[in-house]
């Protein structure tokens, strides 16, 4: 089940920054929802509530153009390891 928080803790950066791909979903009022896999070590914590990556687009600029619409985007990391 998803998690959501208001800011983010130590446990939650250390957990960040040991992924290798995470993914962001975007959608506009009307049209197709764009989810599209990252990684390549292009996520960066700011501080405890501003992150940022790079955008590397591949199939066009959908996430750029969702967010001048809708200014909504969910971030999601997930963990390949054994680790709790």
Known sequence: MAKFYEKLNEE?????KEQKIFFTATAPT???INLSPKGIDTFRI????TA?????TGSGN???AHLHETERMTVMFCSFSDRP
């Open 52 to 56: 940022a990556y790079l955008d590397l």
């Open 62 to 64: 959908e996430t750029a």
């Open 12 to 16: 939650l950066e250390i957990f960040i």
């Open 30 to 32: 009307q049209g197709r």
């Open 46 to 49: 700011v501080d405890r509530q």
